[in-house]
């Protein structure tokens, strides 16, 4: 006869600031503290980083572009609002 365990699982979020990480992490033995240490390795942290800019590249250049009018107006305008300004 075989028995199967049913696993639950959940989900917890927690919003807690960077400062109280870094005060919680500061509590663990020496140990501990070296295993996180090590679960984050300089490749992980490059990828993410480089996920993160592609991101923030992805969201730049999806946003709003002007068109050749509305650039020539902005020029324009700009032109204006310097002479405006230094005299």
């Keep these: 006869m ?3 365990k049913k696993i ?3 989900e917890l979020t927690l919003n ?3 400062g109280q990480i870094v005060n919680l992490l500061g509590q663990l033995p020496a140990n501990q503290i070296a295993k996180i240490k090590n679960e ?3 490749c992980d942290i490059a990828e993410k980083a480089k996920a993160e800019i592609s991101d923030f590249r ?3 250049l ?3 572009v002007m068109s050749e009018e509305q650039y020539s107006d902005f ?3 700009r032109k204006h609002f ?3 300004r230094t005299h």
Excluded: D, H, R
Aim: aromatic content about 24%; hydrophobic content about 45%; some cysteine.
């Design 2 to 4: 075989y028995f199967c």
């Design 8 to 10: 639950a699982v959940m």
């Design 16 to 18: 807690i600031g960077f």
């Design 40 to 42: 984050f390795t300089e």
């Design 58 to 60: 992805k969201f730049i």
């Design 62 to 64: 999806s946003g709003p």
């Design 75 to 77: 020029n324009q305008k």
């Design 82 to 84: 310097n002479l405006w």
